[in-house]
């Protein structure tokens, strides 16, 4: 006989309805169908025929260990049921035959089918079967039957009916994933991101001056110095937009298009195998910015400074025949303490050509393929139009994805 074998699901089931004394099984869940097998052969045996030891949590359930259903089907048909957290590896005795195996999450792959040549059990020795018998919870029949029976090693405790309860409450408020979509996002997440690139530019012209209000201007009844002091306010709405600015955002744009590739609704995705090569150049158009804002920052203080030199002469006559109570109690009553007064306060209220700068950055947010990204149909279908043939086939990604999905599509 073979050492390596395939212990599927349904070869669990199977095992399990032939056997004709006993059943113990150690793993870190199950599925319903092997759970209604061991009622069947609890039913067939008798009390204490049928021993299970699992991993009751909600964390095994939404990994895909194994159905949480499944547990409590065994619980209320009375199958003894013991609990050792963190259990991994799986055993399986069914009369003198046995075999361990690994079982793997469903978040990670689909169960084995019968006809796959992938191996995931030994075959144990009766010899293996005897000292593995030791270290699982006994067989116990008849009048010597005692649920309330110490084991030493695995399954030393048994499943009480408060586990079972808080950890159906744990899945019903964070319910495991739709596990066929959730290993496909592992298959898809290998190969692109989404990435949101967005550049704040230039954008001074909305940025209004305002006096500040211990400037008496608002109460003046000159009409003519109100238009004058508003025009001077003005100034920065004939501040050019710089054309290294200008290439800056071409440069930006062109990234976008040879980088980042629409897929519909969802966004644009990259490539992770060129995110180097697109952080590289996008670190270039960043010093390129930086640049350009040094030199803007030059052009915007010079401005500045032409407003506030051309509004003082007029706001220190205003003060000057209208003294706010600051400057009555601080200031001499001359145009010249004036005059400071009304730059002091200006400085106040007034952007710095570096504030005036500071918003302007280029944006950039990755984000990984996700679950709900593969809930939308049209997602899957723009990557498999835009992206290259011949990117997708050293990828692998349609065979991948066909794999990860497992037999049946929902």
């Not at 496909?184 to 949101?196: D, H, K, N, P, R």
């Not at 990984?368 to 043939?389: A, C, H, S, W």
């Given at each position: ?8 699901n ?67 048909a009375?199958?003894?049921l ?43 020795t ?16 008849g ?30 408020i ?59 306010l ?36 990259m ?53 706010p ?73 349609k ?12």
């Amino acid at each position: 006989m073979p050492l390596f074998a395939t212990l599927t699901n349904e070869r669990i089931c199977q095992e399990i309805e032939a056997s004709k004394k006993h059943v113990i099984l150690a793993a870190p869940g199950i599925c319903v169908p092997v759970a209604k097998a061991l009622q069947h052969a609890h039913q067939r045996l008798g009390q204490g025929a049928v021993q299970v030891v699992l991993d009751v949590s909600a964390r095994v359930t939404r990994l895909g260990y194994g159905e949480h259903a499944a547990v409590e089907m065994l619980s209320q048909a009375g199958v003894m049921l013991r609990q050792h957290a963190g259990l991994r590896i799986g055993a399986l005795i069914c009369d003198d035959a046995g075999w361990s195996f690994a079982t793997s999450p469903s978040l990670v792959e689909a169960d084995l089918t019968a006809d796959s040549e992938a191996f995931n059990a030994i075959t144990l020795t009766s010899a293996q079967v005897m000292v593995l018998r030791v270290e699982l919870p006994p067989v116990i029949k008849g009048e010597n039957f005692s649920p309330a029976l110490e084991y030493p090693v695995v399954g030393s405790e048994p499943v009480e009916e408060a586990t079972l309860c808080k950890v159906k409450r744990a899945l019903e408020i964070a319910p495991p994933q739709q596990f066929d979509l959730a290993r496909q996002t592992q298959v898809y997440a290998a190969l692109i991101q989404f990435v949101e690139l967005t550049f704040e530019g230039f954008n001074i012209q909305s940025r209004r001056i305002q006096l500040p209000k211990t400037l008496p201007l608002i109460a003046t009844q000159d009409k003519a110095l109100k238009d004058r002091v508003t025009a001077s306010l003005k100034v920065l709405d004939k501040v050019e937009k710089p054309k290294a600015l200008q290439e800056v955002t071409e440069k930006l744009e062109e990234l976008r298009q040879a980088y980042l590739v629409p897929v519909g609704q969802a966004g644009r995705v990259m490539l992770k195998s060129k995110r180097q090569s697109f952080e590289n150049e996008l670190t270039k158009i960043e010093k390129d910015l930086d640049d350009c804002k040094e030199a803007l920052k030059k052009d915007l203080q010079e401005a500045l400074n032409k407003v506030i030199d051309a509004i003082i002469p007029d706001l220190s006559r205003a003060v000057m025949a209208n003294p706010p109570s600051r400057f009555r109690g601080l200031f001499l009553a001359t145009e010249e303490s004036a005059a400071v007064y009304v730059r002091e306060e200006l400085a106040k209220s007034f952007p710095t050509a570096e504030e005036l700068v500071f918003g302007m950055k280029i944006h950039k947010f990755y984000k990984d393929v996700t679950y709900e990204t593969l809930k939308n149909k049209d997602f899957g279908e723009r990557v498999m139009k835009e992206i290259p043939q011949s990117v997708m086939d050293g990828a692998l990604l349609k065979e991948e994805v066909a794999a990860k999905a497992g037999p049946v599509m929902s």
